[in-house]
């Protein structure tokens, strides 16, 4: 399998909120030859920039560079506007575009900025992500749905090669869905050991559906606490991964202490059958130019080619 390893976001501390500095981020990741960047969909925070946005901004200053959307929050958006926005980026930036798309906003904040009738996320969720791969794979699409009526829609230009659409989630629901429509798997604050059982889980759905997924296509994100990590930002986020994961008896095991712990973790995840990864740091970083040649020392010779 091609192990890939990319960047997600990596603030640097003293940047003002809504200054992310994206050039000089994506310029030094092109520089060092990491394979991708990635941007979260986060609408309230401060200082994020919409993943769509941040992808067609690096875009037009990177040649090489994949650049993935993780995730993108499907349900609550427009899927035949997000299909065409989709087709533009993979029309500006050929085989360099990866998105992969979510159920829920990561942030509770977000939640009414993307509304869908009462309980029915997941089916608003399936509906959508059938528009947007049909809108990207034919030339005229009709549609008639429980939530979305299309009438020879089309988008243009047509992706010449069809775009992977991933999914993310780990409850067996969201698990067998990805088995069920998706063509990846991206995970997030897993142990090695639930990434395998996740991955067993999606190939058997998968089979069920009579379809394949791609060996190399599963991954998860490693975040880094660094030696000189942020206390207050490390609290924070613990507390989060508490709250996220209740059925974890301590959430320090969901981080990577170090970039030694890093690359056992990955070689873990690695032997789990993931080789997708995703990198980044805990909290904001004294440096970001450090934290990329840390990141382009320490873990990109785990890399294959």
């Not at 959508?128 to 030339?139: C, D, F, I, N, S």
């Not at 067998?176 to 998706?182: K, S, T």
């Amino acid at each position: 399998m091609k192990i890939r390893i990319g960047v997600g976001n990596v603030p640097e501390r003293g940047t003002p909120p809504g200054d992310p500095d994206l050039a000089r981020l994506v310029a030094e990741l092109e520089t060092h030859g990491v394979d991708s960047v990635w941007f979260s969909d986060l609408v309230s925070a401060p200082g994020v920039v919409d993943p769509l946005v941040a992808v067609a901004y690096a875009a037009g200053r990177t040649e090489r560079l994949k650049l993935g959307m993780s995730v993108v929050v499907l349900p609550g958006r427009n899927p035949a506007v997000l299909a065409a926005q989709l087709a533009s980026l993979a029309a500006l930036a050929p085989r360099r575009v990866l998105p992969v798309f979510g159920v829920r906003p990561a942030r509770p904040a977000d939640r009414t900025v993307f509304p869908v009738p009462d309980g029915r996320r997941a089916d608003v969720f399936e509906e959508a992500l059938g528009v947007v791969r049909a809108l990207l794979t034919e030339p005229v699409v009709t549609h008639h749905g429980r939530f979305f009526h299309l009438d020879e829609a089309s988008v243009a230009p047509l992706p010449t090669r069809p775009l992977d659409l991933w999914l993310s989630g780990r409850v067996p629901a969201a698990l067998d869905r990805v088995g069920r429509l998706g063509d990846g798997w991206l995970g997030s604050t897993i142990t090695p050991a639930e990434a395998e059982v996740c991955r067993t889980r999606i190939v058997r759905a998968a089979d069920r559906a009579s379809r394949t997924i791609d060996e190399d296509h599963y991954g998860t994100y490693l975040t880094i606490v660094q030696d000189d990590a942020d206390e207050h930002a490390v609290d924070a986020l613990l507390a989060r991964l508490r709250q996220d994961r209740p059925d974890v008896a301590d959430p320090r095991t969901l981080l990577c202490w170090g970039w030694a712990d890093a690359r056992d973790q990955l070689r873990r995840y690695t032997d789990a059958g993931l080789s997708k990864f995703v990198v980044r740091p805990a909290g904001p970083v004294t440096s970001r130019r450090a934290f990329v040649e840390a990141f382009t020392t320490e873990l990109s010779p785990l890399e294959n080619h």
